[in-house]
T-cell receptor, first 111, second 113 residues
Framework: RKEVEQDPGPFNVPEGATVAFNCTYS??????FFWYRQDCRKEPKLLMS???SGNEDGRFTAQLNRASQYISLLIRDSKLSDSATYLC????????????FGKGTSLLVTP | DAGVIQSPRHEVTEMGQEVTLRCKPI?????LFWYRQTMMRGLELLIY????????DSGMPEDRFSAKMPNASFSTLKIQPSEPRDSAVYFC???????????FGSGTRLTVV
């Protein structure tokens, strides 16, 4: 079983819509959580860290549910420029500083 | 800062040839990671270094792959001999460690024919 699992999508949504992605992780001892964004043929870039209390950055809200071992990302008022693949990322103690990446969820925002 | 710098950006080589990928991490970052990305398997960790010392190389597919970090500002990933199944995008990333995320380089797109 892969450590980090995501729905690959694609999610096709109109501009202005709200879209949510979920991700589950297998190791209950995981400590650090992130969402990365990857544009086509580009490198992954850190979108935001995910904190236990939940956190918001503009139109983006990340939440963590440790009991159920899932992480979510909510995008409000989606823009065409939000079209990308969103990668759920988890660190586990036994992997040291290494991060485990999900395979990503593809989002396409249409006019 | 110029970010993580990888070279070459693209590499096309024939099966059996040696391939060397290069990475310069962000100055002051003490952890360096090599990942491989394919459509089928996503991002896979190959090896990572902390303070220039290899910490975990369990992701290196086989003995044909080797990585070095002779100093804090340079690392190489070598494949010898290369095979078509090695075709992928290879990313280098660096980090300050702890709970900080990574900064990735632009990647090397490797095609082995």
């Amino acid at each position: 079983r892969k450590e980090v699992e995501q729905d690959p999508g694609p999610f096709n949504v109109p501009e202005g819509a709200t879209v949510a992605f979920n991700c589950t992780y297998s190791n209950s001892a995981s400590q650090s959580f992130f969402w990365y964004r990857q544009d086509c043929r580009k490198e992954p870039k850190l979108l935001m860290s995910v904190y236990s209390s939940g956190n918001e950055d503009g139109r983006f809200t990340a939440q963590l549910n440790r009991a159920s071992q899932y992480i979510s990302l909510l995008i409000r008022d989606s823009k065409l420029s939000d079209s990308a693949t969103y990668l759920c990322v988890v660190n586990t103690p036994d992997s040291g500083y290494a991060l485990n990446f999900g395979k990503g969820t593809s989002l396409l925002v249409t006019p | 800062d110029a970010g993580v710098i990888q070279s070459p950006r693209h590499e096309v080589t024939e099966m059996g040839q040696e391939v060397t990928l290069r990475c310069k991490p962000i100055s002051g970052h003490n952890s360096l990671f090599w990942y491989r990305q394919t459509m089928m398997r996503g991002l896979e960790l190959l090896i990572y270094f902390n303070n220039n010392v290899p910490i975990d190389d369990s992701g290196m597919p086989e003995d044909r792959f080797s990585a070095k970090m002779p100093n804090a500002s340079f690392s190489t990933l070598k494949i010898q001999p290369s095979e078509p199944r090695d075709s992928a995008v290879y990313f280098c990333a660096s980090s300050q460690g702890g709970n900080y995320g990574y900064t990735f380089g632009s990647g090397t797109r490797l095609t082995v024919v």
